[in-house]
């Protein structure tokens, strides 16, 4: 069977996409990942997104994204895409779970997760006092003292953050310089609950059996360990995109976020367009995800509308 319009992802790019797509009467075929939802799935309240003054949860914002998709008359379906054949039209996609799938247009919202540090006791206590998600997880330690691991915007803004909750936060960083904008630095800075272990490589993270305990970690001058004790740990080094099973099939840059033509979402293949975080490493917000997630759909629908030989009707069932 062939479709109009397939979307990988299901995060506010992917969601926003199937919503626009659906009111063109595209008949959007979504495929929904591991983590329907995207990150905002992993987050409690989100008290930016327009239209929301008293905040909404992360969950319930995706939920209601889906249901107004689906209201339009987009599809949803559970799979994972291991390989997609993208030189000639119709694009195949290999879905497990749901075989091959033919579209004309392909629309790539695949997002971004966290990046890991790869050490000892990481992974194993994930969810036990380890965490990559501060706005999630902070609220479990109240009272506590947490470390962040990190020197990027991402590790300033966590930090602040957690200081709602907890007594200390300490930044963790493998160099004596942190990444981070100034701006967001000096506010990090300028928060007495903030403290800095800098120029430390974090080599283990040690647990009681139950719960986090400290942090190993080695300090990149004098090359001694210590132990930081500590309640939780939070990682917060960046984010790879999710375009693994892309590879050499599209263009992207060095760290593999696709590259669109800047102002549109076309990536280097005509009829192949990519929205939210997969292609975004600056703003990553739901708001912009939501955003190029529209974009994309105009996109693909002018795509074809350029396209108007094609009869369509012979090709859905
Ligand atoms: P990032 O800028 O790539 O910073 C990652 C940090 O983690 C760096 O300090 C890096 O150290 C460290 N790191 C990476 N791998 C590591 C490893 N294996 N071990 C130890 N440390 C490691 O990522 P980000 O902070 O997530 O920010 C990503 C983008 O989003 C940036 O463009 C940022 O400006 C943007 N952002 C903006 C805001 C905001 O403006 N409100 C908030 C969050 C993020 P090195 O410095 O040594 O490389």
């Known amino acids: 069977m062939k479709h109009k319009s397939i979307i ?6 992917g969601l926003t996409a199937a919503v626009y797509l659906a009111r063109a009467n595209m008949e959007p075929l979504v495929i929904e990942g591991p983590e329907p ?22 969950p319930e914002l995706m939920d209601n994204m889906k249901k107004q998709a689906e209201r339009f008359g987009a599809t949803f379906k559970r799979g994972w895409v291991t390989d997609v054949e993208v030189e000639s039209r119709p694009f195949k996609l290999q879905v497990d779970g749901l075989g091959e799938l033919e579209t004309e247009t392909l629309i790539i919202s695949t997002g971004a997760s966290a990046k890991l540090l790869g050490i000892p006791g990481e992974k194993e206590n ?51 310089e942190l990444r981070a904008s100034k701006i967001m630095q000096e506010r990090a800075k300028g928060n007495d609950k903030v403290t800095w272990a800098l120029n430390k490589t974090p080599v283990e993270m040690v647990s009681d059996g139950m719960k986090i305990t400290g942090v190993k970690v080695k300090d990149n001058e004098s090359g001694e360990e210590e132990l930081i004790e500590t309640d939780g740990i939070f990682v917060a080094i960046g984010h790879n995109p999710n375009t693994e099973f892309l590879k050499g099939k599209l263009d992207m840059d060095d760290k593999g976020y696709i590259l669109v033509d800047p102002g549109t979402t076309n990536t280097n293949i005509p009829g192949v367009f990519a929205c939210g975080d997969v292609q975004d490493q600056k703003y990553r917000q739901a708001i912009t995800a939501a955003g190029t997630g529209c974009m994309a759909a105009m996109d693909s629908e002018r795509f074809l509308e350029g396209e108007a030989t094609v009869d369509w009707s012979q090709n859905l069932s």
């Open 8 to 13: 990988l992802g299901t995060g506010p790019a």
């Open 37 to 58: 939802g995207g990150q905002l799935t992993l987050t409690t309240e989100v008290e930016n997104f327009p239209g929301f003054p008293d905040g909404i949860m992360g």
């Open 126 to 176: 994930m969810g036990k006092g380890v965490s990559t998600c501060a706005t999630c997880d902070g609220f479990f330690f109240r009272g506590k003292k947490v470390v962040i691991i990190g020197g990027g915007d991402s590790a300033m803004e966590e930090a602040t953050f957690l200081t709602k909750f907890a007594n200390e936060v300490q930044v963790i960083h493998r160099r004596d």
